[in-house]
């Protein structure tokens, strides 16, 4: 291990940054294996290290005890997220396995909620007290009083638990923390989300790519940077709006350093320019699109002029962009970006966003938003009953008319604070580290003290796992079965999640504990069939007859780790291949009558976002490029690439305050919040009016090792949010912090 830790430092050391790396020639994992002999195993899998799912090789060897150990992992060649490659922190899934600090053994809280003291139990009576504490609250309060929040896999085996036992109130940070508010937004209009797998963005033949925040070369989606790194390679032209010299911007022909918060301005001045200067695609604009005039007649207000002082950007530089765009439409693009909970008016901006892409005639086009793919899979849910009708009304939602089925997590802790509508009581937390995902900790640690229970499947002691009253120890994705994902890229294909080895210590698969405390609560009907406490194949046969359900050859998935659904191709709009909008006009509705029903705006304006304090900076956030949001914080192989975060803060900003690069500081923010101590970046890359970290550092939990108490926590400095009224997403971006030294 210790020499290919090394080799790995040294090609992510690389590659830190933006490249990929690692490519990897098309062979089967058999043929591999036979071409090397031996003692050497390859298994085709799919990567967990973040949520783009890409083909991952694992190679398993034998040490001198006998045992398998996973030596390395590259990328899928036959996989389209992968491509061969993976990105460092795919590669450093090896790290996250081997971490000694992972959770074995279940356990079960014996001191106060939050102060660390545990006892090792056995898995009988971790999950038959999960299950005493799961059953009083339910008889008490009914099962709606047991809500659940996930993100990733193993949310959906206790999503059936949840729904078996008749609670509805599950919720995804994925939603109004991330990507849902623009999934709506996109469906508003063209009656489709711009993704699901993946963002359809055709950025390799794309000749005009906008980029709104989305930093791609530190957002790090595999394929999507192959594609950018096509893109740029091929003399593509790259606008950025950013506040931030980002990665990206350093490739950009045009870098548009907006004031933050005013995109919408310069986004409907570029509309207003597109269409009064008839650089719009008329036809298309004719043949699919409704609400043309209206939209023509509400951005006529916004000049090029307004937009400047708005948006502090130089007239010429929005003209340019805008005359770009028109020259090469429809093959450009505005990238529709995914996490997009910034300022609460996300839905509009989101919507403005579409509408360019619209007039331009790119969805459906070379080099836009391909359109998207064919090929259905049958519905499978293995003889497994329907489930029944919740006790009462799921509170998951809220008030927000267009919040999606995946939930509103601020919603649910909402909800349990105040007992209203009706009391939540129990919490189930899979894959998700709360205390850091969600914005006004403050509240989610609020919830969880009046909680009667609350359990936590994970598989490292976090923030949140460590206020847990059980800890049901998950093994990683190396150690597993999963599901076969669907996979929707250009084409419909499916893919493989299989164990590299057998899971360490008494770890577990979520299906696992899914069915057996299902079993437990009385549902059987609901676990997975045949399924027993101490045989893990179930859900490989599970998988089998999924596959042939199918009409997939399940050996050739299992040992090439993806498989393409034939024919379901058919990227651009051809006269044999039009699009279907799925909107109540079945056109591209630029003035939307859903929104307008609802008496929202139906077509975006701008409203101006609160100005920072004179004297504070708005607080702005994003990726590193090594790291998955906090939970790959304590990799060991990741850690050693970067160990903390900086905070970006403007050269001259630096100079008034007297702070020198690379000193220690500590930001306070408008609710006299005050952030662990973090190094700052002095830099001419970013704007005098925000300052700038990367999230996920600043990790309160001690069992972290490695991870406790470097660098600062950006959310515990987002004391305050801004909900977004027609999905209920979470701006973010609305805290305001001074700095001073440490
Ligand atoms: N390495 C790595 N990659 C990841 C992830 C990860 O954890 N690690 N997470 C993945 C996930 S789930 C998501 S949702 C995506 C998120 O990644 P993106 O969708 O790219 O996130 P954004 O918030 O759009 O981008 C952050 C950028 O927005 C800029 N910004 C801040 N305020 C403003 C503003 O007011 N206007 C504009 N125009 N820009 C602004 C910041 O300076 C920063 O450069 O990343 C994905 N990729
Ligand atoms: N302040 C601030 N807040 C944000 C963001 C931000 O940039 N800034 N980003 C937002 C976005 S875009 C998103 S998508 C969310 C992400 O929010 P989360 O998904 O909550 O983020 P993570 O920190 O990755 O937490 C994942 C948890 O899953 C565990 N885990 C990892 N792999 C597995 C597994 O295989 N099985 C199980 N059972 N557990 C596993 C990890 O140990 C960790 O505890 O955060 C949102 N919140
Ligand atoms: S982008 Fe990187 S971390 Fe994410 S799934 Fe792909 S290889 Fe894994
Ligand atoms: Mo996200």
């Known amino acids: 291990m210790a020499f290919s830790r090394r080799n790995f430092l040294k090609l992510a050391a690389m590659s830190a940054g933006s490249t990929l790396i690692a490519d990897t020639p098309f062979l089967s994992t058999r043929a591999r294996a036979e071409a090397e002999g031996g003692n050497v195993r390859y298994v085709a899998t799919s990567c967990e290290m973040c949520f783009w799912k890409c083909g991952v090789?694992?190679?398993?060897?034998?040490?001198?005890?006998?045992?398998?150990?996973?030596?390395?992992?590259?990328?899928?060649?036959?996989?389209?997220?992968?491509?061969?490659?993976?990105?460092?922190?795919?590669?450093?899934?090896?790290?996250?396995?081997?971490?000694?600090?992972?959770?074995?053994?279940?356990?079960?809280?014996?001191?106060?909620r939050g102060d660390g003291q545990y006892k090792e139990v056995s898995w009988e009576e971790a999950l038959d007290y999960t299950v005493e504490k799961l059953k009083a609250v339910v008889d008490k309060y009914g099962p709606h009083a047991v809500a659940m929040m996930s993100h990733g896999s193993p949310g959906d085996y206790f999503t059936n638990l949840l729904m078996a036992m008749g609670s509805g109130n599950i919720a995804f940070p994925s939603f109004a923390q991330c990507k849902g508010i623009r999934d709506v937004a996109w469906e508003l209009t063209f009656g489709h989300k711009p993704g699901s797998s993946c963002e359809r963005v055709d950025l390799k033949n794309s000749k005009v790519i906008v980029l709104f925040g989305t930093h791609l070369g530190e957002n790090m989606h595999n394929s999507q940077n192959q594609e950018f790194a096509e893109a740029v390679g091929r003399g593509a032209k790259i606008i950025c709006v950013d506040p931030r010299y980002s990665t990206a911007a350093a490739k950009a022909s045009l870098w548009l350093p907006i004031k933050p918060g005013t995109d919408m301005a310069l986004l409907l001045t570029w509309i207003?320019?597109?269409?009064?200067?008839?650089?719009?695609?008329?036809?298309?604009?004719?043949?699919?699109?409704?609400?043309?005039?209206?939209?023509?007649?509400?951005?006529?207000?916004?000049?090029?002029?307004?937009?400047?002082?708005?948006?502090?950007?130089?007239?010429?530089?929005?003209?340019?962009?805008?005359?770009?765009?028109?020259?090469?439409?429809?093959?450009?693009?505005?990238?529709?970006?995914?996490?997009?909970?910034?300022?609460?008016?996300?839905?509009?901006?989101?919507?403005?966003?579409?509408?360019?892409?619209?007039?331009?005639?790119?969805?459906?086009?070379?080099?836009?938003?391909?359109?998207?793919?064919?090929?259905?899979?049958?519905?499978?849910?293995?003889?497994?009953p329907e489930y029944p009708i919740p006790d009462e009304d799921p509170i998951i939602k809220g008030n927000y008319p267009f919040a999606g089925g995946e939930g509103l997590t601020q919603v649910v802790r909402d909800v349990t604070i105040t007992g209203k509508p009706y009391p939540i009581k129990a919490w189930f937390v899979c894959g998700t580290n709360l205390m850091k995902s969600l914005p006004a900790p403050e509240l989610t640690r609020k919830a969880i003290d009046s909680l009667d229970f609350i359990v936590a499947v994970d598989l490292l002691p976090t923030d949140t796992?460590?206020?847990?009253?059980?800890?049901?120890?998950?093994?990683?994705?190396?150690?597993?079965?999963?599901?076969?994902?669907?996979?929707?890229?250009?084409?419909?294909?499916?893919?493989?999640?299989?164990?590299?080895?057998?899971?360490?210590?008494?770890?577990?698969?979520?299906?696992?504990?899914?069915?057996?405390?299902c079993k437990r609560m009385g549902h059987p009907e609901y676990a997975v069939k045949d399924s027993s406490m101490d045989d893990l194949q179930a859900w490989e046969k599970r998988m089998r007859r999924q596959a042939k359900a199918w009409g997939i050859d399940f050996d050739k998935l299992a040992d090439e780790g993806y498989i393409t659904i034939p024919d379901s191709e058919a990227p651009y709009i051809t006269p044999e291949n039009q699009p279907v909008f799925k909107t109540p006009s079945k056109k591209i509705e630029l003035f939307s009558s859903e929104l307008d029903e609802k008496h929202f705006d139906p077509i975006p304006k701008y409203e101006k976002v609160e100005p920072p304090p004179e004297g504070m900076y708005r607080l702005v956030y994003g990726r590193s490029p090594v790291h998955t949001f906090s939970r790959t914080i304590n990799d060991q192989w990741l850690w050693e690439?970067?160990?903390?975060?900086?905070?970006?803060?403007?050269?001259?900003?630096?100079?008034?305050?007297?702070?020198?690069?690379?000193?220690?500081?500590?930001?306070?923010?408008?609710?006299?919040?005050?952030?662990?101590?973090?190094?700052?970046?002095?830099?001419?890359?970013?704007?005098?009016?925000?300052?700038?970290?990367?999230?996920?550092f600043g990790q309160n939990s001690k069992r972290l090792t490695r991870a406790y108490n470097k660098g600062a926590d950006d959310q515990q400095l987002i004391t305050r949010y801004k909900v977004d009224p027609i999905t209920g997403g979470t701006g973010m971006r609305v805290n305001f912090v001074t700095i001073k030294e440490a």
Not at 292 to 305: C, I, M, P, S
């Open 641 to 696: 690439l970067q160990k903390e975060n900086q905070v970006w803060l403007n050269t001259k900003e630096a100079a008034r305050l007297g702070l020198k690069d690379n000193q220690y500081v500590v930001l306070e923010n408008q609710d006299k919040v005050v952030s662990n101590k973090v190094l700052v970046k002095v830099t001419e890359r970013i704007r005098q009016d925000c300052v700038y970290m990367v999230h996920g």
């Open 465 to 517: 796992v460590m206020m847990a009253d059980v800890i049901l120890p998950e093994c990683t994705y190396l150690e597993r079965h999963d599901g076969l994902f669907k996979i929707e890229t250009r084409e419909t294909g499916v893919a493989i999640r299989q164990p590299a080895i057998e899971p360490m210590g008494e770890s577990k698969p979520a299906w696992w504990i899914g069915s057996e405390l």
């Open 57 to 112: 090789i694992a190679k398993v060897q034998k040490n001198k005890k006998g045992e398998d150990v996973v030596v390395k992992l590259e990328g899928n060649p036959f996989h389209p997220q992968s491509n061969g490659k993976l990105c460092a922190r795919g590669q450093a899934g090896i790290g996250q396995l081997y971490d000694e600090d992972r959770l074995k053994k279940p356990m079960i809280r014996t001191g106060e």
């Open 272 to 384: 207003n320019l597109i269409i009064s200067n008839g650089w719009y695609d008329k036809e298309y604009v004719e043949q699919y699109t409704v609400g043309f005039e209206e939209l023509k007649e509400a951005v006529k207000g916004y000049t090029v002029e307004w937009c400047a002082k708005e948006t502090e950007l130089h007239e010429a530089d929005i003209i340019e962009a805008a005359k770009d765009l028109g020259r090469y439409a429809p093959n450009v693009m505005i990238h529709p970006g995914r996490h997009v909970a910034w300022y609460g008016d996300d839905t509009q901006r989101s919507r403005a966003m579409a509408i360019i892409n619209a007039i331009l005639g790119s969805w459906g086009r070379e080099g836009g938003i391909w359109l998207p793919p064919k090929g259905k899979l049958a519905g499978f849910n293995d003889g497994i």
